[in-house]
């Protein structure tokens, strides 16, 4: 079972930033934060990724609470092509906790 | 190419038949992964190879899945006596394999099943 819970479907304005929840109140110590979107009739696509501090690439930021039991991915001038289902998931560090166990994700819908 | 290659992205197949689908992993991952998709629905994992470790099995729905990974590289996932509700989009993806947790899955585009 996923170990991550995120609201089914939001929606955003294009140009606008578009915050994404997730809460994962089990998380343990040595456990990853992963968001993936997966855009329509194609394989998933890494986003980001953290362990316990705030990240930052060209794609998305990636804000972890202090408590990291929940976590907000952030596109910060969402377009159109960001609509997607994206997919927040948390993976361990040892060879049974290698796999990604998805969970239903969030349906982000941009709006023109 | 180099991203993950997937074989073929379109299979029809009768119910009953046995069908082979082929995943080409990034050249150097070690980490092998298998998911399938049914319409509308989230990944399931099916199958997870780590170098020459055993394989980690525990997401194959039946006994008529199985998987193998010749030489490191390339894997099969053979379905045998397909049945209607095997029809999905199986998803391979592959990672370095580092077991560092801090690593990057790359998916194919999937092979889309469809059983009559």
């Known amino acids: 079972d996923a170990k991550t819970t995120q609201p089914p479907s939001m929606d955003c304005a294009e140009g606008r930033a578009a915050n994404l929840p997730c809460n994962h109140s089990?998380?343990?110590?040595?456990?990853?934060v992963y968001w993936y979107r997966q855009i329509h009739s194609q394989g998933p696509q890494y986003i980001i990724h953290?362990?316990?501090n705030n990240e930052t690439n060209e794609m998305a930021s990636l804000i972890i609470t202090e408590d990291r039991k929940s976590s907000t991915l952030i596109l910060p001038h969402a377009t159109l092509r960001d609509t997607a289902v994206y997919y927040c998931?948390?993976?361990?560090?040892?060879?049974?906790?290698?796999?990604?166990?998805f969970g239903q994700g969030t349906r982000l819908t941009i709006n023109p | 190419g180099a991203g993950v290659s997937q074989s073929p992205s379109n299979k029809v197949t009768e119910k009953g038949k046995d069908v082979e689908l082929r995943c080409d992993p990034i050249?150097?991952?070690?980490?092998l992964y298998w998911y399938r998709q049914s319409l509308g629905q989230g990944l399931e994992f099916l199958i997870y190879?780590?170098?020459?470790?055993?394989?980690?099995k525990s997401g194959l729905p039946s006994d008529r899945f199985s998987a193998e990974r010749t030489g490191g590289s390339v894997s099969t996932l053979t379905i045998q006596r397909t049945q209607q509700e095997d029809s999905a989009v199986y998803l391979c993806?592959?990672?370095?394999?580092?077991?560092?947790?801090?690593?990057?899955?790359?998916f194919g585009s999937g092979t889309q099943l469809s059983v009559l």
């Open positions: 993806a592959s990672s370095l394999g580092l077991l560092l947790g801090n690593e990057k899955l790359f």
């Open positions: 089990t998380i343990s110590g040595n456990e990853y």
């Open positions: 953290g362990l316990k």
């Open positions: 998931i948390v993976r361990g560090t040892t060879q049974g906790a290698q796999k990604l166990v």
């Open positions: 050249s150097g991952h070690t980490a």
């Open positions: 190879f780590q170098g020459n470790s055993a394989p980690d």
